[in-house]
């Protein structure tokens, strides 16, 4: 079928791209390593700066606090001043920011360098995607660098907890942080040989209201988002949401008068751009809300330690890249409406595998977990290629930055959305069972809260109680987990089905037309 109406085709990447491609791979698989090792590291910091509770939940939540504002501002920034130059800024803060954490002294300084490793991680992202864009002209050939870009987040995914665990048991816990700099400073070396330059040759001066806005609108959202997810529903948070979305109304109105606007609305008038947009986003609101149930099964259901509960979520990331790198091949046979649809319908099949999830002392249990995991891995990886692909082949070449943001935003909401929304589901079921679980004598301890509230706080008070009385209350937050799991497991499946077939309907026609060439010759720099 053809794929295309121009008459001419568009040129084709030689190795000098390709080798490129793998040097834009190094940052995205760093970004994914520096959110999973940092878990591993929690227990030490806690006892080497000795934070309070707030410092400590500041310490793990400001670099993606800080990742979600920032990431439409610096693709518009890279539009403007070029791509590969942002991306090696980046590349150098990161590197100087990755220092002054390992080093950090107290609980407010390791809280000021994570917020400036969030500033800088959020060139990242927008950046090696637009890259992408304009690296790669040709459709076919675009979908396969989409496909290795996303694999190198799950690559590091996998690396990042192993790699982690070794640095932790030789080295202190700043090593966690060093791990980041030799591969800065390679991106640093090899990125001005490799990456071409490109920005929007009729770019206008960055509009400093309009990124006020979005910072106001993005950072409060996301804020009042996550405490619902863990402390519920309080009037602090919720006016934080509500302003965020005040700020948002505003910041549109803005961009709509501007005759330079930070953000083209008129990309959200293609069906293309919205939908595949959508579709990630429910992607990755199920796809996070749901690891917050498979951590706490594999430990505290399975009694896996933490090295071991990593070591079995390396399947699933391994399911995520096959699936990525399987894309190009069947998106050369098959319309990306279909490849989607179908994925989602698998996805949907893993995650209705955990409604069935063997309970606590049933055999299979982690057989079953994993390979839900993988199924569910297999069929998600098409969606975030392909929605990756259109949303940002819908934008023209010297917009490609802009587009990277949008989408990498939308990753971030869905994900804040889904642990909220699932997490919040999940513990009202678990407090709804755990009600009359505690033991008689203990009513109004402090720790009865914690049991009541999650199975790691049954377990602790169970150590306490001991005895059969123990034994009864971890076996009852078992099973009030698994309710929870599995219900949630069941809605996730649901909504990647409707998922399913809304891209199957509204994106039939995609692929059949190239997307907007407006004039990427222009947007092409000289070599420096």
């Known amino acids: 079928m053809g794929r295309t109406r121009n008459t001419q085709a568009p040129a084709r990447a030689t190795v000098r791209e390709w080798t490129g491609l793998a040097v834009i791979a190094l940052p995205c698989m760093l970004y994914s390593m520096d959110l999973t090792v940092l878990n591993l590291a929690i227990p030490a910091i806690s006892e080497d700066l000795k934070p309070t509770a707030s410092q400590l939940l500041w310490i793990v939540d400001i670099y993606g606090f800080f990742v979600a504002g920032l990431l439409v501002t ?139 806005l979005s910072l106001g609108a993005v950072l409060p959202v996301i804020y009042g988002v996550k405490q619902i997810a863990e402390h519920g ?18 910041f549109v109105r803005r961009q709509k008068r501007l005759a330079n606007p930070m953000i083209d609305l008129g990309l959200f008038g293609l069906p293309a751009f919205t939908v595949s947009l959508g579709a990630y986003m429910l992607a990755c609101f199920v796809m996070f809300g749901i690891f917050l149930y498979n951590a706490q099964y594999l430990q505290l259901v399975l009694g896996l330690s933490p090295l071991h509960a990593g070591l079995w979520s390396m399947p699933s990331a391994g399911g995520f890249i096959a699936g990525s790198l399987m894309v190009p091949a069947l998106a050369r046979r098959m319309r990306p409406a279909f490849v989607m649809g179908g994925g989602l319908a698998v996805a949907a099949l893993g995650f209705g595998m955990l409604v069935l999830l063997p309970g ?116 009852a937050g078992r099973e009030a987990l698994l309710s929870g799991l599995r219900l949630t497991s069941g809605i996730c499946a649901a909504v990647l089905l409707f998922v399913g077939a809304l891209v199957a309907v509204r994106l039939r026609g995609a692929g059949a037309q190239a997307a907007p060439a407006a004039n990427p010759g222009a947007a092409a720099l000289p070599e420096r």
Do not use: C, K
Not at 233 to 250: F, I, K, T
Not at 374 to 389: I, Y
Not at 424 to 438: L, P, W
């Open 360 to 475: 606590p002392h049933a055999q299979g249990g982690l057989a079953w977990m994993v390979m839900s995991a993988v199924v569910s891995s297999l069929g998600l990886a098409p969606v975030f290629t392909l929605a990756t692909d259109l949303v940002v082949g819908s934008a023209p070449p010297e917009r490609a930055g802009v587009a990277s943001a949008i989408s990498e935003t939308s990753s971030e909401f869905g994900g804040a959305l889904g642990i909220a929304i699932l997490g919040s589901i999940g513990a009202a079921i678990y407090r709804t069972a755990m009600a009359d679980a505690v033991p008689a004598g203990l009513a109004g301890a402090a720790e009865v809260d914690a049991a009541r509230s999650t199975l790691g706080g049954a377990v602790a008070l169970a150590a306490q109680v001991g005895g059969s009385a123990g034994a009864e209350l971890v076996e």
């Open 233 to 250: 529903l309080h009037p602090v948070p919720l006016l934080s949401m509500v302003l965020g979305l005040v700020l948002g109304a505003l």
């Open 74 to 212: 610096m693709g518009t920034l890279g539009d403007r001043i070029g791509r590969r130059r942002l991306l090696l800024i980046g590349a150098a803060a990161f590197g100087v920011a990755s220092v002054l954490a390992a080093f950090s002294t107290s609980a407010n300084m390791l809280i000021a360098t994570r917020a400036l490793l969030g500033v800088a991680g959020a060139t990242l992202a927008p950046s090696t995607l637009s890259l992408i864009r304009n690296m790669f002209l040709d459709p076919a050939q675009r979908t396969v660098a989409i496909g290795v870009w996303i694999s190198s987040y799950s690559a590091g995914a996998v690396i990042g907890p192993v790699l982690g665990g070794v640095l932790l048991q030789y080295f202190a816990w700043g090593s966690v942080f060093l791990i980041g700099v030799p591969v800065m400073v390679l991106l640093l070396v090899l990125g001005p040989m490799l990456l071409p330059e490109y920005r929007d040759p009729d770019a206008a001066r960055l509009d400093l209201a309009s990124v006020a």
